[in-house]
């Protein structure tokens, strides 16, 4: 026998040894994607208190969400190249760290421009932990155990949504938004000695260069689309030349980068990536994901409070359920995930659409249980879906492009998300006005249907008026 045998019980302490470290890396990546899904929902439990004690109106407090999913979509692209600029172990301690401070910074803001621009940079860091890790993980196991491995992998996009609102809403209630931000830090501390312990990176980083021509106009189109959508219904959308300036920016630049795309040697996103007609299909997909996921997220926490009057801790349980739904789903398809994934991807879409069919039969009178359920289902759908898709997406795309493709992918996702809530919001602010107008028209003595106006409220005095006004408000908002 050579010196260089290795005796049976050597290979099976080896293989130990391997499964060990494999699943550490696992639970570090899971834990890092959980950082980062924790932030995304976080603040929404504390839109409310954060809207009174900045002097903010709705659709401005929501720059505080939607600005981070833009910086957000905005830094994801650039992950791969990050990647093989300065390797992975370095980039995921590097973006945690600086994750860490611009968190500690929200907490810190005192006013609304600031919490913004610190939001912004906590979406930036936090940009290249999901699909870093996901690309980690696709090198470190084998194919076969990829489905397995994501639904795992995702429980950690699923914890965040539930510990977040649930832990925010409470410290939001008992003393005030800004330890929503600061709870984030303890978090951050884990995940840095985690990552530091066993993400071990080879690559010492390659001096490639960027397309920086593709990489500006990409960002400059998705930004300038954000703010064309976030601003439309204010300016009263085209009519403004505000608006137009916008959309011609937005134009202008996705024209450039699409040309860029396509004449650079090295362009900062390969065309080529859409050869692959599973990992095409994906993108849109996940585009369709991202407009379902955050949504209600954003909306029904305003709803909540300004229409029903709940407390923030308890809007935390109810969207902590949003997220105990989709953790179900995930330990649900760690079994399930040998079934096709056509009947998965069918089954989560009619959860959603049945989600939203209960959610829009709501009324003024909301009860707990009324919200919690459709918001749970909506999360099992969620949960459904990202299996799946991602399954899809990455079956048959080559080794060599996966950093490249899961930027891409979250970035569909992102955008999906920050476009849907932007529409969303717009829809809301003017539903409301029209609603508003009709209601005022109706509100007499002589109108039976709206009785309550002058039979239940005393009309002949300021005090009186400003109570119906009120009333008139909350009504419109919740149609």
Same mark, same amino acid.
């Given at each position: ?19 060990? *470290? ?16 924790? =932030? ?16 903010? =109106? ?29 390797? *992975? *172990? ?25 919490? @913004?621009? %610190?939001?912004?940079?906590?979406? $930036?860091?936090?940009?290249?932990? +999901? ?8 090198? =470190? ?15 950690? $996009?699923?914890?965040?949504? @539930? ?25 951050? $501390?884990?995940? /840095? ?26 960002? #400059? ?55 692959? *007609?599973?990992?095409? /299909? ?45 953790? /179900? ?13 056509? /009947? ?9 659409? %049945? ?45 060599? &492009? ?16 920050? +476009?849907?809530?932007?529409?969303? &919001?717009?829809? #809301?602010?003017?539903? =409301? ?34 109570? +119906? ?11």
């Amino acid at each position: 026998m050579s010196a260089t045998s290795v005796s049976p019980e050597q290979d099976i302490q080896h293989n130990r040894v391997d499964s060990l *470290r494999r699943n550490m890396i696992l639970l570090t990546c899971t834990g890092v994607t959980f950082l980062y899904a924790m =932030t995304v929902s976080i603040a929404n439990v504390a839109l409310p208190q954060m809207q009174g004690a900045l002097s903010a =109106t709705a659709d401005q407090i929501s720059w505080v969400v939607t600005i981070n999913i833009v910086a957000t979509a905005v830094a994801t692209p650039i992950s791969g190249w990050l990647t093989i600029r300065f390797g *992975r *172990r370095r980039l995921i301690l590097g973006c945690v760290t600086a994750f860490a401070l611009s968190s500690l910074l929200c907490g810190l803001a005192n006013s609304l421009t600031s919490l @913004v621009i %610190y939001r912004a940079l906590q979406g $930036a860091f936090g940009a290249p932990l +999901v699909p870093v890790s996901q690309a980690i993980l696709a090198d =470190t196991f084998p194919k076969h155990m990829h489905g397995k491995v994501m639904a795992i992998f995702g429980m950690g $996009a699923v914890m965040g949504p @539930v510990v977040g609102p649930v832990v925010g809403g409470y410290l939001s209630e008992a003393y005030n938004w800004r330890w929503v931000f600061f709870m984030i830090l303890p978090f951050t $501390a884990l995940a /840095l000695v985690a990552a530091w312990a066993f993400i071990d990176d080879k690559q010492q980083g390659d001096k490639t260069r960027l397309d920086w021509i593709g990489f500006l106009s990409l960002a #400059i189109s998705l930004a300038a689309l954000q703010i064309m959508l976030d601003r439309g219904e204010r300016a009263d959308w085209f009519e403004s030349p505000e608006i137009l300036l916008y959309a011609c920016i937005a134009l202008l630049a996705f024209y450039v980068f699409v040309v860029q795309s396509f004449t650079s040697d090295k362009p900062f996103l390969r065309p080529m990536l859409l050869l692959d *007609r599973n990992f095409a /299909l994906g993108l849109i997909l996940v585009f369709i994901f991202g407009m379902l996921n955050f949504t209600p997220m954003t909306i029904l926490p305003s709803m909540l409070q300004q229409v029903s009057g709940y407390p923030d801790a308890i809007i935390g349980y109810i969207l902590g359920a949003r997220g105990m739904g989709t953790l /179900l789903a995930f330990f649900m398809l760690i079994w399930a995930i040998k079934l096709d994934p056509r /009947l998965l991807l069918c089954c989560g879409f009619i959860l959603q659409g %049945y989600a939203g069919w209960k959610m829009a039969s709501l009324d003024i009178n909301v009860g707990v249980s009324d919200i919690a359920w459709p918001i749970f289902w909506q999360g099992f759908g969620v949960g459904v879906l990202w299996v799946p898709i991602t399954v899809v997406a990455f079956q048959t795309l080559k080794s060599e &492009l996966v950093p490249e493709g899961t930027a891409v992918f979250h970035l569909l996702r992102n955008i999906g998300s920050s +476009v849907h809530i932007a529409l969303s &919001l717009a829809l #809301i602010l003017r539903m =409301t006005k029209i609603s508003s107008a009709q209601l005022t028209e109706s509100v007499n003595t002589s109108n039976q249907e709206t009785s309550w106006a002058g039979g239940s409220y005393v009309v002949d005095t300021l005090a009186g008026l400003s109570v +119906v006004s009120g009333e008139v408000r909350r009504q419109a908002l919740m149609i």
